[in-house]
C-alpha cells in the first residue's frame, strides 16, 4: 500500500527538501499537512494537490486520529517541539518520522520512544544519510574492517551562519543548542557508524566569535570521543565555519568523504581511489524505506534509539563544556 504523508511545519527543510522528494516516492507520497500559516495551506493545496481535509492547524492537529489518509506524520518543527508533536502523532496512532537532533535532550527522546512503543507505533528519526551510498560504504569500509582496524576517526560538520538573528536555531528554549545540536550531530552519526561502535566518554572545548549573535547557543564545539576500541577520534561543528567531512584511518589504508553531508554532492576516496556512487535523492529513499517498514511492521534502519544515542552523546559533550573534564556517556 502506498501510505499518505502528512509534514508537520512547513518550513525550509519540508518546502525545500521533503516536499520535493515526496514526487518522487514510491511507497508514500505527500497527503496532508499541518501549519500553523492559513496561507501556506492554501499555496501547499494547490502546489501539491492536498485536500482540505487532510489539512490541519497546530490547535486541531489530533482530530489527525480519524484521518485514514494518513498513515505517517513526519515532524519537521524546532528541535523544542520534537517531542510533543511526536508523542501526540504517535496517541493519534500514526507511525512518526521525526527530523533531528531528536529532541533537547536524551530524557526527552526516552519519552518519544516509549509514548511510540505504548501506542505500537514505529518511530524513525530523519538520518536520510543512512540511505547515501556513499556513506553506506564508508559504514562498511569501517565496520567490516576493509583496511583493517580504523585507528582513527576525524569529522566536521558546520556552515557559516548568515541568517536571521531573530530564528528559533539561536534560541536556546527552542533549539536546544546551537552547532551542535544542528550540525555536530552528523559529525557524531559518522563516527558511531564508521566504528559500528558506542562512544563511551567524551571531552570537549569550544569558541565564540560572534558572541552577539550566539548569545544562547553553541558556535563552534570541538570534542574527542573515547571509544572501547581506543581509536583516537575527534570532531567539531560550527556556525561559523563550512566543514562537512570524515576522514578515517585504517590499519592498512584510509578513506573519507568530502563533501560528505549534505543533499548531494558527495565525494569519497580511499587507499584505493575515488568511490564511484550514485548521488540520490537521499530524501526520498529515506521516506520509500520507512514506508516500507510500516508496511512490513518492521523497525526502521534509524529508529528513534539511533537519535537517543546521539542525544546521549550531545548531552555529555554539553557537560563536559560546563565541567571541563572527560564525561562519561549515558
Ligand atoms: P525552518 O525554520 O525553515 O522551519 C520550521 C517551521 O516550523 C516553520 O515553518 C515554522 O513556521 C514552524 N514553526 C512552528 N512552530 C514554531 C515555533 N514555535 N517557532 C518557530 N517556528 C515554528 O526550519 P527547518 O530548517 O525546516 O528545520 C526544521 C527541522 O528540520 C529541524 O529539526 C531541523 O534540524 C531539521 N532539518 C533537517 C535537515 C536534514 O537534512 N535532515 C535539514 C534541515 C533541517
Redesign the pocket.
Known amino acids: 500500500k502506498k501510505l499518505g504523508i502528512a509534514l508537520v ?6 518546502g525545500g ?1 521533503l516536499a520535493p522528494a515526496l514526487q518522487k516516492t514510491q511507497n508514500c507520497y505527500l497527503a496532508g499537512i499541518v ?3 492559513p496561507s501556506k495551506a492554501v499555496d501547499w493545496a494547490k502546489k501539491y494537490n492536498i485536500p482540505q481535509e487532510n489539512i490541519y492547524n ?1 490547535q486541531n492537529f489530533d482530530e489527525i486520529a480519524k484521518n485514514k489518509a494518513i498513515d505517517i506524520v513526519y515532524v ?4 523544542a ?2 517531542k510533543e508533536y511526536t508523542i501526540r502523532a504517535a496517541q493519534a496512532g500514526k507511525h512518526v518520522i521525526c ?3 531528536m529532541a533537547v535532550n536524551a530524557k526527552d527522546c526516552e519519552d518519544m520512544i516509549a509514548a511510540c512503543k505504548k501506542s505500537n507505533r514505529l518511530l524513525s528519526i ?1 538520518y ?1 544519510l543512512h540511505f547515501e551510498p556513499h556513506n553506506i560504504e564508508i559504514m562498511r569500509l569501517g565496520q567490516k574492517q576493509v583496511f583493517g582496524k580504523v585507528k582513527s576517526i576525524d569529522t566536521g560538520n558546520g556552515f557559516t551562519y548568515g541568517g536571521d538573528p531573530n ?3 539561536l534560541k536556546k528554549a ?1 533549539a536546544g543548542g546551537g552547532g551542535l545540536m ?1 550540525m555536530g550531530v552528523y559529525a557524531i552519526q559518522a563516527s558511531r557508524y564508521t566504528l559500528g561502535q558506542e562512544p563511551i566518554a567524551v571531552k570537549a572545548t569550544q569558541e565564540k566569535t560572534r558572541p552577539e549573535l550566539f548569545k544562547e547557543v553553541d558556535e563552534t564545539v570541538f570534542w574527542e570521543l573515547k571509544f572501547p576500541g581506543g581509536q583516537k577520534v575527534t570532531g567539531k561543528s560550527s556556525y561559523n565555519h563550512d566543514w562537512g567531512y570524515v576522514k578515517a584511518e585504517a590499519e592498512r589504508g584510509k578513506f573519507q568523504l568530502e563533501p560528505a553531508y549534505g ?1 548531494g554532492g558527495i565525494e569519497g576516496f580511499t587507499s584505493n581511489g575515488p568511490l564511484k556512487f550514485p548521488q540520490i535523492v537521499q530524501q526520498a529513499a529515506q521516506m520509500d524505506d520507512f514506508a516500507n517498514c510500516v508496511n512490513l511492521n518492521k523497525q526502521s534502519r534509524v529508529p528513534g534509539e539511533e537519535g537517543w544515542k546521539d542525544m546521549r552523546v550531545i548531552d555529555a559533550i554539553y557537560r563536559s563544556l560546563d565541567s571541563g573534564n572527560w564525561e562519561k556517556i549515558g
Not at 9 to 14: D, R
Not at 76 to 79: Q, R, S, T, W
Open positions: 511545519g512547513l518550513g525550509g527543510y519540508a527538501q501549519t500553523g500559516t497546530y519537521v518543527l524546532p528541535v517541539l520534537h527530523e533531528k537532533p530523519g536520510r530564528a528559533w536555531r527552542l544542528d543533499y
